[in-house]
């Protein structure tokens, strides 16, 4: 008998006053009173899964059009007489649910089993990120906390029909609600621009899977205000006064780590490239090139020193050779 009813009649068949959550016998203004809350409630939940609420939505839309106009409710309250058994159908339903056998209930329990036999065969959806990292944390390796939010099935209306999940508290009627895990990731020592780092099963929880897709990280390296990077090798041009230069010095130089002594060698010319070895990135070096910095500003005395340096001078003319070639060309 009640299978009957269910067949003819089911519970899917759309009840506004349920939708909207008021009594058959309400007043008008508590059908807008109803329907200004759940605009309120679906307005200030935007991580409900967007479907989901679109669908719910156009039934809340439905219902409130209908029952708020006198002329519509009038005429779906002596069409729709059905649901003033309304409240039998959901106590119908609820024993349906609460273990009483039915057709109804077979056929879900059929989806519910071919939903697991594809389960088994779709792969879960792999969680894609972008991990930034710094030079230092590219060379020595980090650690990283991610944020996963898993779509977990609610279980307080997970055996309803999707029309009356939209009253289920947990949920708001998406039928899912998201739950937070933190991963701990270490990432390894030699990290690169484009890396993808892959940790299986440790992604978003897929629902039509079954299962935890992976989690793929794109390794990003930050730029660095000082260095650059090249494959393993990283570069940086540092300048030197002409007196260093000249002389030799021991300076102080940037590092992806910090910093680091470096000797200049006397009579250093610009554009000489230095190679720190081991300094770079899995095993690379640090590759420094020398920029010859030349005064700004002398006074009477230092100029008079320059003109005394360059009279007693050996150096050879730095462009005899571009002279001499330029002379061998007809
Ligand atoms: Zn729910």
Not at 68 to 86: C, I, T
Not at 112 to 118: I, R, S
């Amino acid at each position: 008998m009640e299978d009957d009813r269910l067949k003819t009649k089911s519970p899917v068949t759309k009840d506004y006053y349920y939708i909207l959550g008021v009594a058959p016998n309400c007043s008008q203004a508590d059908i807008q009173e109803a329907y200004g809350s759940l605009q309120d409630r679906f307005g200030s939940s935007n991580d409900l899964d967007p479907e989901a609420q679109a669908r719910a939505w156009k039934d809340i839309q439905a219902a409130y059009e209908t029952l708020n106009d006198p002329a519509k409710r009038k005429d779906y309250d002596k069409n729709g007489s059905v649901f003033r058994q309304a409240n039998d159908v959901r106590a119908l339903w609820t024993k349906v649910t609460s273990g009483v056998q039915s057709v109804v209930q077979k056929q879900e329990q059929t989806q519910t089993q071919e939903l697991k036999a594809v389960a088994g065969k779709i792969q879960a959806q792999a969680l894609e990120m972008t991990i930034e990292v710094s030079l230092k944390e590219a060379l020595k390796g980090c650690h990283r906390q991610i944020v996963i939010n898993d779509p977990k099935a609610c279980e307080e209306c997970i055996n309803l029909k999707p029309v009356n999940r939209m009253q289920c508290q947990t949920c708001r009627g998406v039928g899912y609600f998201t739950v937070e895990r933190r991963v701990e990731i270490e990432l390894p020592r030699g990290l690169y621009d484009d890396q993808e780092i892959r940790r299986t099963g440790q992604g978003k929880w897929d629902m039509r899977a079954g299962m935890h897709g992976d989690l793929v990280l794109t390794i990003k390296l930050r730029e660095h205000p000082i260095l650059g990077v090249d494959g393993k090798d990283i570069t940086v041009t540092l300048p030197i006064s002409i007196y260093e230069a000249v002389l030799g010095a021991e300076i102080e130089v940037p590092t992806a780590t910090g910093k680091g002594m470096m000797k200049i060698q006397p009579l250093t010319q610009t554009g000489r490239v230095y190679r720190l070895k081991g300094l770079g990135i899995n095993g690379g070096d640090q590759l420094v090139t020398i920029e010859v910095v030349v005064p700004q500003q002398l006074s009477a005395e230092e100029i008079k020193m320059f003109q005394k340096l360059k009279e007693m001078s050996r150096m050879p003319n730095p462009r005899a050779e571009i002279y001499a070639t330029m002379q061998t060309l007809s």
